[in-house]
């Protein structure tokens, strides 16, 4: 089972940039993909983006379009996600998950997720 640890959350102001971390702890293999999502309070969990393991193919959500970039280290076993004109609407527990089937754009479909990291943007 695949334990994935992010990282890189905190406060910053609207316009500002964060890089957030997701560590895996053991191989993620060619099939899989990475894929980030967020959960504001009281809102439902959203996907944000994710990255294929095998060509690092990524996909991105039309509100983050432009603004965030999701880049791996295979050798590390990480997955960056970079987050540049954050908005205040952007603040959200940020997850990374694991999809075995390589798709990660839906919840519903990752079967291992890190504990979250807390993002707030203030305006």
């Known amino acids: 089972q695949v334990q994935l640890v992010e990282t890189g959350g905190g406060l910053v102001q609207a316009g500002g940039s964060l890089r957030l971390s997701c560590a895996a702890s053991?191989?993620?293999?060619?099939?899989?993909?990475v894929g980030w999502f967020r959960q504001a309070p009281g809102k439902e969990r959203e996907f944000v983006g994710r990255?294929?393991?095998?060509?690092?193919?990524?996909y991105y959500a039309d509100s983050v379009k432009g603004r965030f970039t999701i880049s791996r280290d295979n050798a590390k076993n990480m997955v960056y996600l970079q987050m540049n004109s954050l908005k205040p609407e952007d603040t959200a527990v940020y997850f990374c998950?694991?999809?075995?089937?390589?798709?990660?754009?839906?919840?519903?479909?990752?079967?291992?997720w890190g504990q979250g990291t807390q993002v707030t943007v203030s305006s």
């Open positions: 998950a694991v999809d075995r089937l390589g798709s990660a754009i839906s919840p519903e479909s990752c079967d291992y």
């Open positions: 053991e191989r993620i293999f060619s099939t899989y993909a």
């Open positions: 990255i294929t393991w095998n060509v690092g193919s990524t």
